[in-house]
């Protein structure tokens, strides 16, 4: 298993490498001179501070010798410093990589949980009314753009109800609430983000995991359990299900990187202090450095979920096996 | 049943008169068809005859909108008369019907994807006509104290904003640019990621390993995220957004056309093209293309849906389409404010979106099962 | 008599109508007794062997007839009692072992589901039965063997073991459905042998369905022979082979390669019509060596010729 892992880390290396150069030459797209993404703009900067800041960052060395240095601080962490924030990027990203992890960890559950269900009801119940409308709202509530359905449910359960917070991801006096209090007031902040970001990858499992079932229920083994005389309920929990869902590894490692574009809005909309919003504003104010860090990141996470999910695939799937190689 | 010359020939004349010779000739579905069609075209001419009148000192859009209405009457009375020519000659009876025509028949029987397509062809008739049906100017402020966030009524479908600006107007200019931006830069991924992926394929070795690492390193991105910094690298206007957005998706297509044309390039009538020596681009473009080209066809109707929502997205967060220009978008943005006492400026523009969303992944499922009737065929074997 | 099967009808909907898989399907199965039941692919024979367990596929459905086992009519059983039947009474191995089996359950945790809900043994008991039975199924190392995948087995082995899973509920009666026909042909006789053995050492009653007339003339008591839906012919394996008495079992042989034989294979001309072009009449008849007008009249039911039961009006009582 560990081999396995490993010899799936090794095809990583290559990608990781290519996307921090691929980032270094997008930057470097920029139309006019270089040293114009680290200055903030709307400026006037003098030519002292721009001579200052091209041998800071090093622009008035060859550009390979530049590329050497954005690879090796890159592969460090070092992104350098935020011009809006003044401190650098790295701490940045360390409170807010784990609020956007955490909000697609809990999207990844609501998907799994409700698009799970929904798909075997719709499965075991197919072709009735129950089925036609599950299918149909699937593919609706998968179409729904994001940021819409949050300004609806805002509208909905924050304006109208008042049920939950619109925004932030704690609640003013948070510091002063005993663990629970804050454990409570977190989860809260998180039902309506979560819901957002959740429910069309959950559209999207539950018409995945239909028309899976649907093909392994007609499955020669399937037939064989009946023809044993075990229960239906028996068959699709213990003898489908199984089957349908393991390729559904592979299709969340590979959700990932929607999730994190969804988060991007989700985040900016209810104003949760992620990776997300922390790139919007600094698109917003052109705050190279944070975006070359968090779309590098974003990257990075993207293969590390795939990893994740090789791996998954080959410990749910019995017929794979870790010591023949399969593909790249 | 062989008809007289004099018949014929009112035949003929009756057919200038786009659906009447069809309705004639019994075919009634078609001749109500064309009539629909020919008849709502003059109706808009007649309805907005000032602004057509006006057209010529008129903006562009005005201009391109009279003129594709105009192309569209024109296009009505030809089809109406070679159509009513051809079934005088055949009588009605058609040969054997090919894969294209068989494929369309199962489209045109799937309910959901054929009003899917009709919701669709109204979106982009709606756009392309805007200048001439729109109800009012979309940036025109009007009297703001007295117009402002005006609730949904009959001379504001849409209601107002917090300039009082009609909604609905701005609305149909926004589909304008929504459903541009989308097309193209569908067009613009479903291209590049063709010619790459079938190159890759067809070529195979040195070649396809080269592009097949840059795919993986591009798919890597997170699309949004790629799109973010390229946004931040360049300002945004229609142009470089179909840019950004075309070249953040064509990696995906680029990776399945691949592997089609891997498959494909294997089969014998690729070895007998090359056996009598055709060039690798007539092969590929000839003889294997189009046996891949219902995937990319099915790809391509969903990615217009992705690019419609991620230019959608992108102008929500302020950084793709800026107002003063409509975008679906930048509405929903702006209508995210004044959501607890104007629901309405943000809820329209929504709609359109998520119904247009809909239509293009109902009519892409409609197509894959339109072009792959063994998928239909699976439920049941 | 432990099965009766009386005037089976299976559908199948299709636009242009109702396709008669199985067209009034009669026969009996005693205690003790291998039958087989032989045709072109195509005739409904798999779906007589699905039908004894209510298990046609979607969307067809049993229309009509009666399957009594044990006395009893499987159709009209309420699920539970149903579910009893399957696999407890009435066993069921499928052609294909590589489909039938589940690919991501271990082999000994298949048999042992069957084995604690039929014979209600506890987790332990049913483990031990489970290696216990493929051992008899001549499973080398069967301790080892209940911890595999089906990936891991052999074609053979793996037809092995879904015997062994289509006898883990001791059933009365086994129904095999083609167990040889996706195995290389030299396992083919060597697995065949293995069914008619175990048969034997169980007592148990078998339906042994297969294309191969040869292969079960040697190993059935009695041999059922299907064309297009109906049984054409049922009579002792041995008297079948040799004295075939409808012209289909007849041409069946004679298209058959029999070692050190002079004469050359004859094909049975033309092909098996599909349930929803049937030639009125005897189906037979277009293809058949006797078939003319009188054939088209009526469909001959099955009577009594000397030995045996045939549907032919050309053959003499």
Not at chain 2, 188 to 203: D, E, H, I, Q, S
Not at chain 3, 299 to 315: N, Q
Request: aromatic content about 8%; glycine content about 10%; charged content about 20%.
């Amino acid at each position: 298993m560990v081999k396995y892992i490993l010899r799936r880390a090794v095809f990583v290396a290559p990608l990781v490498l290519g996307i921090v150069t691929a980032t270094f030459f997008l930057s470097h797209l920029a139309p006019g001179d270089p040293v114009s993404l680290y200055l903030e703009p709307h400026r006037q900067a003098d030519a002292e501070l721009v001579e200052r800041i091209r041998h800071d960052r090093g622009l008035d060395r060859p550009i390979l010798v530049q590329y050497g240095t954005w690879l090796r601080d890159s592969v460090r962490g070092d992104f350098g410093d935020s011009f809006q924030h003044r401190r650098p990027v790295r701490d940045l990203l360390a409170e807010a990589v784990p609020q956007t992890l955490l909000l697609i960890l809990l999207a990844l559950a609501v998907d799994a949980a409700l698009g799970i269900s929904l798909g075997i009801l719709s499965a075991v119940r197919r072709d009735t009314l129950l089925d036609r409308v599950l299918t149909v709202g699937s593919l609706a509530v998968y179409a729904v753009p994001g940021f819409w359905l949050a300004l609806m449910l805002i509208l909905v359960f924050s304006v109208q109800l008042g049920w939950f917070p619109t925004s932030q991801a704690t609640s003013i006096g948070y510091d002063g609430m005993s663990m629970l209090g804050k454990l409570l007031d977190r989860l809260w902040h998180l039902v309506l983000p979560v819901t957002v970001l959740g429910v069309a990858g959950a559209a999207a499992t539950a018409r995945y995991v239909r028309g899976r079932l649907l093909d392994v229920l007609s499955e020669d083994y399937i037939t064989a359990a009946r023809g044993r005389g075990l229960r239906e309920s028996r068959i699709v929990v213990g003898h489908a299900l199984r089957n349908a869902l393991i390729p559904i590894v592979t299709i969340y490692g590979m959700s990932l990187p929607f999730l994190l574009g969804s988060a991007t809005i989700v985040e900016t909309i209810f104003a949760w202090p992620g990776m997300g919003r922390l790139t919007v504003d600094a698109v917003a104010s052109r705050d190279y450095p944070i975006i070359l860090a968090t779309t590098t990141v974003a990257a990075v996470l993207t293969i590390l979920g795939n990893l994740l999910a090789d791996v998954g695939y080959a410990a749910v799937d019995p017929r794979v096996s870790y010591d023949a190689a399969h593909g790249d | 049943m062989p008809r007289m010359a004099t018949e014929r020939l009112a035949v003929r004349a009756r057919a200038l008169v786009p659906g009447l010779a069809h309705w004639s000739l019994g075919s009634r579905g078609r001749a109500a068809r064309l009539m629909l069609g020919a008849g709502t075209a003059l109706g808009v001419l007649g309805w907005r005859r000032d602004r057509v009148l006006g057209a010529r000192d008129g903006s562009l859009d005005l201009k391109i909108a009279v003129a594709s209405l105009v192309l569209f009457l024109a296009v009505c009375v030809a089809f109406s008369w070679w159509d009513a020519g051809r079934l005088l000659r055949e009588d009605g009876s058609t040969g054997s019907p090919g894969p294209w025509h068989l494929a369309m028949r199962r489209l045109r029987s799937n309910r959901l994807a054929a009003a899917s397509a009709w919701v669709i062809l109204l979106m982009g008739a709606g756009a392309l006509l805007a200048p001439l049906v729109a109800p009012h100017d979309p940036t025109a402020i009007g009297d703001v104290l007295n117009t402002r966030f005006l609730p949904p009524s009959w001379s504001h479908p849409f209601g107002t904003d917090q300039f009082g600006r009609d909604l609905f107007s701005r609305a149909l200019y926004g589909a304008r640019v929504s459903l541009s931006v989308g097309l193209l830069a569908m067009l613009l991924a479903t291209t590049v990621g063709t010619l790459v992926g079938a190159v890759a394929g067809y070529f195979g070795d040195a070649v396809d390993g080269i592009l097949m690492r840059i795919v993986d390193v591009w798919i890597a991105f997170p699309a949004f995220y790629l799109m973010l910094l390229l946004v931040g690298v360049f300002d945004t206007n229609v142009p470089t957004l179909v840019a950004i957005l075309g070249l953040a998706a064509w990696p995906a297509t680029a990776r399945f056309v691949r592997g089609e044309m891997l498959s494909l390039r294997a089969r014998d009538y690729a070895e007998a093209a090359r056996a009598i020596g055709c060039s690798p681009g007539r092969i590929m473009f000839r003889h294997l293309l189009p046996g891949a080209l219902s995937p990319i066809l099915v790809t391509a109707a969903l990615s217009v849906a992705g690019m419609i929502g991620a230019e959608a997205g992108l102008s929500f967060l302020g950084l793709g389409i800026r107002p003063p220009t409509p975008s679906w978008g930048n509405m929903i943005a702006a209508g995210k404010d004044s959501l607890i006492h104007a629901w309405w400026v943000a809820f329209f523009p929504g709609g359109l979106l998520t119904v247009t969303l809909v239509s293009f992944g109902l009519l892409a499922d409609g197509l894959r099962d339109a072009l792959d009737p063994r998928a239909e065929m699976r439920k049941y074997v | 008599m432990l099965l009766s099967v009386r005037d089976l009808r299976v559908g199948f909907p299709f636009e242009q109508g109702e396709a008669w898989a199985v067209d009034g399907v009669s026969f009996d199965i005693a205690e003790g007794e291998t039958v087989g039941l032989v045709g072109e692919s195509g005739c409904g024979k798999s779906t007589v062997a699905r039908s004894v367990l209510d298990l046609v596929p979607e969307p067809g459905r049993v229309a009509g007839g009666r399957i009594l086992f044990e006395g009893r009519d499987v159709l009209t059983l309420e699920p539970r009692e149903l579910r009893d039947v399957r696999g407890g009474r009435i066993g069921l191995v499928f052609q294909d072992p590589s489909a039938s089996l589940n690919p991501v359950l271990r082999v000994g945790d298949q048999i042992a589901e069957v084995a604690r809900l039929h014979l209600g043994l506890d987790r332990a008991a049913s483990r031990a039965e489970a290696v216990r039975l493929l051992g008899d199924v001549g499973m080398p190392d069967p301790e080892k063997w209940t911890r595999a995948f089906p990936f891991e087995l052999s074609g053979g082995m793996r037809q092995r073991a879904a015997l062994a899973l289509g006898i883990s509920g001791r059933p009365r009666l086994l129904i095999a459905d083609e167990p040889t026909a996706a195995l290389d042909v030299t396992v083919q006789a060597v697995i065949a042998d293995l069914f008619g053995e175990i048969q034997e050492r169980r007592g148990m009653s078998l339906l042994f369905v297969s294309h191969d007339l040869a292969l079960v003339a040697e190993r059935a008591d009695r041999i059922m022979v299907m064309y297009a839906g109906r049984i054409v012919e049922i009579g002792r394996a041995t008297s079948v082979v040799s004295e075939p008495c409808h012209p289909y079992t007849r041409a069946l042989l004679r298209a058959m390669p029999v070692l050190g034989a002079e004469e050359p294979l004859e094909a049975i001309p033309g092909s098996v019509p599909g349930p929803l072009d049937r030639p009125p009449g005897c189906s037979f008849h277009p293809r058949c060596a006797l078939g003319d007008q009188e054939c088209t009249a009526e469909r001959p039911a099955l009577r009594t010729v000397g030995d045996r039961l045939c549907a032919c009006i050309k053959v003499e009582s």
